[in-house]
């Protein structure tokens, strides 16, 4: 266009902020490279009461810029409203031409603002927009649009104020439309470039992905075309991972979504409407169950092999709920460039689900750190593999690395890059644990069938010390449909022979106790592999724990035996009620997690007649009350073993 014709008018360029931080700094850094026509840059900060915005207004300050803080009422219309009634306290209202913005929508082109403008000033034009929609109604989107002050004076709205989504919508495309008004006005709308080419671009708009564009017009050089892949496994659920990745500002990236079976959602039908060629989609011929992980180990050894993902050089570990904000694959790559030394990169906060949705710190340590927050290089990744089926699979994953390449080789990159999606911890309060070996195999299909219908989808954590991995295998086949199950295999030396039982049982049971310290849950229950609780059993225990004392430490069940058999409580089933005891035994046990924090279990290599069960209770019945439940009865199937002659 002709500068000529802008020279002498007031030009003001609004971009409607909404605590997004990331692209207000986004549009200063580009408008500072535009071509500006001597106009004046506005930040209109929607927020929220009670949102502390100074660091918003003080960056706005240092990089001197118009910020103009208003209450969020009625949205961007609403705040459009204030402007063309002139009642935006801080805006000067002497303006000739506005060019109105949400902040998702960004400039293509350094001389965005003059191709707008140049269109608006043809003769019978009244706005100058981005896209003309035909959704719903033909109407102006008003995301981003070009409009004369004379124009915006006349304008007439649904209601004043303006204040929820369908006063929005009455204004945008349903009753007296911004568009009907100016045709009323004898007076025409026009989109200068078609969407594709559009002088801004809306990143919500993933029918065509323009980041790669947008860098070379504003870094100067191309964007980083390194290639990272995605491992998710899924199992008939929605894949939030495609919509967090399709927004990624880095674009050479891959997902591997690994189905375990046939779908049953449809899924395949969806990545096709999807249709972008990044996303590999797989599915198994059976399930393998043990929650994705021999999925994520197959994966890694098919890159390692060469087939898949070609030429990928980074690997991220994901989860199909998980939400990686738009610039976390530029952030995490950028830096393992400029560090060829380093192995991986990860986020220093993440918001996290067993944090009710709060920010966590990650840090290298179990259970404060995602594979989803980490970036590994394809090299490292595959040289380490995926080994594990644990519930903590991932930290072992990257405490092997640590181990081999060093701490320091991890790079913590400032942002909280990553939402880690899961069910609520306020749902599931309660952690279930078990430890196990071969010779309780006569009793284990009916044990794992019924712990796993009483678990209610609370997390259950099985400890199998037998000799070798056969039974750990073999466990795991029989639940691999239990997506709530989690198993671990440690294995006791055998010698001495005389203690193994005792040594067994409470390096178990202290793993056990350390995994629901790291976890969230209010409840430690174990249940001995060989007892059968009722499935009501955490309803049980919950609601006897009302009429508990406040300092009660173990709540147990009965359990007896099978048709008349021997079981431990067979004496005392005439005896009903709740009974204070000295002796709570562990074989269906509720813990108060304050008894857990302060006391580990135990064993006493000069008495081994005794379990933990006993020593916990010398250890703390100064501090804490111990109790029975006799109306609770559990099924109990003793094994025919015997201790010292069948150690397998």
Same mark, same amino acid.
């Given at each position: 266009?002709? @500068? ?9 360029? =609004? ?61 961007? %219309?609403?705040?459009?409203?204030? $402007? ?16 109105? @913005? ?36 033909? +109407? ?6 070009? =409009? ?8 007439? /709205? ?13 204004? *945008? ?5 911004? %568009?009907?008004?100016?045709?009323? %006005? ?26 790669? *564009? ?20 899924? &199992? ?14 880095? /674009? ?37 169950? /043990?929650?994705? +992980? ?5 994966? @890694? ?12 050089? &980074? ?23 400029? +560090?060829?030394?380093? $192995? ?23 259970? /404060? ?13 595959? !040289? ?9 699979? !991932? ?12 701490? *320091? ?20 309060? @309660? ?6 070996? $071969? ?7 009916? &044990? ?10 609370? *997390?259950?954590?099985? $400890? ?45 049971? #202290? ?23 009722? =499935? ?75 379990? +933990?069960?006993?020593? =916990? ?15 609770? #009865? ?15």
């Amino acid at each position: 266009m002709s @500068v000529e014709k802008a020279k002498n008018l007031k030009i003001i360029v =609004i971009v409607m902020i909404y605590n997004r931080f990331e692209n207000l700094k986004r549009w200063i850094d580009c408008w500072k490279k535009c071509q500006q026509l001597q106009a004046q840059l506005v930040i209109l900060h929607n927020h929220d009461a009670g949102t502390d915005y100074s660091e918003y207004e003080n960056y706005c300050l240092d990089h001197n810029v118009k910020y103009i803080p208003r209450l969020n009422i009625g949205m961007d %219309m609403g705040a459009f409203q204030d $402007v063309c009634l002139k009642r935006l306290k801080g805006l000067d209202n002497n303006w000739d031409i506005l060019f109105w @913005v949400t902040d998702d929508v960004i400039p293509m082109r350094k001389d965005f603002l003059p191709c707008f403008i140049e269109s608006l000033l043809q003769p019978d034009i009244g706005i100058s927009c981005m896209q003309i929609s035909d959704l719903i109604a033909t +109407h102006v989107r008003t995301t981003g649009f070009c =409009i004369k002050k004379e124009i915006a004076d006349q304008l007439k /709205f649904p209601v004043d104020p303006i204040e929820t989504k369908d006063h929005c919508y009455e204004f *945008e495309h349903r009753g007296n439309t911004l %568009m009907k008004q100016i045709e009323a %006005m004898g007076l025409k709308a026009v989109v200068p470039f078609s969407l594709d080419k559009s002088a801004v671009w809306d990143i919500n708009i993933t029918s065509f992905n323009r980041w790669k *564009e947008h860098y070379l017009e504003f870094s100067g050089k191309e964007q980083r075309t390194n290639k990272i892949t995605f491992i998710c496994p899924i &199992f008939n659920t929605f894949p939030e991972i495609v919509s967090s990745l399709i927004c990624q500002t880095h /674009f050479n990236w891959e997902l591997l979504l690994i189905h375990e079976t046939k779908n049953q959602t449809k899924l395949p039908e969806l990545l096709k409407a999807i249709s972008d060629k990044r996303i590999t989609y797989i599915e198994t011929s059976e399930r393998v169950g /043990f929650r994705g +992980h021999p999925i994520i180990k197959w994966a @890694v050894e098919q890159i390692r092999d060469n087939k898949l993902a070609i030429g990928t050089e &980074f690997i991220v570990i994901t989860n199909p709920d998980n939400h990686h904000v738009p610039i976390y694959c530029e952030e995490l790559l950028e830096e393992l460039l400029k +560090h060829p030394d380093a $192995v991986a990169s990860y986020c220093s906060q993440m918001v996290h689900n067993l944090a009710n949705y709060g920010i966590i710190n990650s840090q290298l340590k179990r259970g /404060f750190i995602d594979s989803a927050a980490v970036m590994v290089r394809k090299e490292v990744a595959c !040289d380490i593999g995926w080994f594990s089926n644990d519930h903590s699979a !991932d930290w072992f994953y990257f405490d092997a690395i640590i181990k081999k390449y060093g701490k *320091e080789k991890f790079l913590k990159i400032d942002g909280c890059l990553l939402v880690r999606n899961g069910e609520l911890p306020g749902k599931k309060d @309660v952690f279930i644990g078990s430890y196990t070996n $071969v010779v309780k195999k006569y009793c284990d299909k009916q &044990f794992y069938e019924n712990l796993h219908r009483l678990s209610k989808g609370n *997390e259950v954590h099985i $400890v199998d010390n037998s000799i070798g991995l056969d039974y750990f295998n073999d466990i795991n086949s029989i639940c691999k449909e239990y997506d709530n199950f989690y198993f671990k295999h440690i294995e006791v030396p055998v010698e001495p022979k005389e203690s193994v039982f005792q040594r067994r049982v409470i390096e178990s049971i #202290n793993y056990l106790r350390q995994l629901f310290l790291d976890s969230k849950c209010e409840y430690f229950i174990t249940i001995e592999s060989d007892v059968m609780p009722p =499935i009501n059993i955490i309803e049980s225990f919950k609601e006897t724990i009302k009429n508990l004392p406040e300092n009660w430490g173990m709540l147990g069940a009965l359990y007896h035996g099978q048709d008349g058999g021997k079981g431990f409580h067979d004496l005392g089933r005439e005896v009903k009620g709740l009974y204070q005891t000295k002796q709570t035994l562990c074989g269906c046990t509720i813990y108060n997690r304050k008894l857990i924090e302060k006391y580990p279990f135990r064993w006493d290599k000069n008495d081994l007649r005794h379990f +933990h069960d006993v020593y =916990i209770y010398q250890d703390a019945n100064k501090e804490f009350t111990f109790w029975d439940n006799r109306d609770i #009865n559990c099924l109990h199937i003793p094994s025919n073993a015997i201790r010292d002659k069948d150690i397998r």
